[in-house]
Each structure stands twice: as structure tokens, then as C-alpha cells.
């Protein structure tokens, strides 16, 4: 079955960078949508990024745009999402998430939660101010 395993979360200070990983395993589709999504203490789970099968096709929440960068290597079956300048307000576990096979990636579609299908179990960051 597909699994996804998040790693590099930790406690940082306000304007650092972080990068976290995303291992993605037991996937056999040839093309597949992939995404970061947060959730912060007493609020809902908001879309973070989202990436295609290419660099050519992302799309990313207002807040984290010109600080986030959403990348996948297809030979390691990895998705990292570079993180810089943090602020407190980006404290949250962060969620990878993955979709089932898809034909083509919509930039609209996909800022969706419900639009995967496979998801792994957070992992921590927490800014200082």
C-alpha cells in the first residue's frame, strides 16, 4: 500500500529555514499529485503547497508564497518543501499528502484536502519568536 513518512520538523527561531522530507512509497502511479497541508493548534487544516509531476505545475497558499518552495525527486520518491523565513504563525504539523493517479494536474483542484487519497502522519514545527 502506499505510505508516506514526513521528517525535519523541529523548533526553530522566527527567519530560519527549514526543509522537510516527504518518503513516498508502494506508489505505482505514473502520474500523481502531491501536496503540503498544516494544521495549528484549534484551527482547521489549511493547503500549504502543491506540486504535479513537474516544477511546471505548482500552486501555493498566499501565506507561504515567495517563502516556500515545493520540490519532488521522482528518483528518490521524495517531496521536500524548503521552507525560509519562517514566522511564528507557521507553527503546525505539517501533512504530505499524496493523490491516487491522476491525467492532468489542476492548480484549483488540488489546493483541496479531500482530493487525496493517501496522507502521512505530521511532522512538527514550531517557530519562536
Known amino acids: 500500500q502506499v505510505q508516506l513518512v514526513e521528517s525535519g520538523g523541529g523548533l526553530v527561531e522566527a527567519g530560519d529555514s527549514l526543509r522537510l522530507s516527504c518518503a513516498v512509497s508502494?506508489?505505482?502511479?505514473?502520474?500523481?499529485?502531491t501536496g503540503w497541508f498544516r494544521q495549528a493548534p484549534g484551527k482547521e487544516r489549511e493547503f500549504v503547497a502543491a506540486?504535479?509531476?513537474?516544477?511546471?505545475?505548482?500552486t501555493y497558499a498566499d501565506s507561504v508564497k515567495g517563502r516556500f518552495t515545493i520540490s519532488r525527486d521522482h528518483a528518490k520518491h521524495t517531496v521536500d518543501l524548503r521552507m525560509t523565513s519562517l514566522k511564528p504563525e507557521d507553527t503546525a504539523v505539517y501533512y504530505c499528502?499524496?493523490?491516487?493517479?491522476?491525467?492532468?494536474?489542476?492548480?484549483?483542484?488540488?489546493?483541496?484536502?479531500?482530493?487525496?487519497?493517501?496522507w502521512g502522519q505530521g511532522t512538527q514545527v514550531t517557530v519562536s519568536s
Open positions: 506540486m504535479g509531476w513537474t516544477a511546471r505545475t505548482t
Open positions: 499528502a499524496a493523490s491516487g493517479k491522476i491525467a492532468f494536474f489542476n492548480t484549483g483542484v488540488f489546493r483541496e484536502g479531500r482530493r487525496y487519497d493517501y
Open positions: 508502494g506508489h505505482t502511479a505514473s502520474n500523481y499529485a
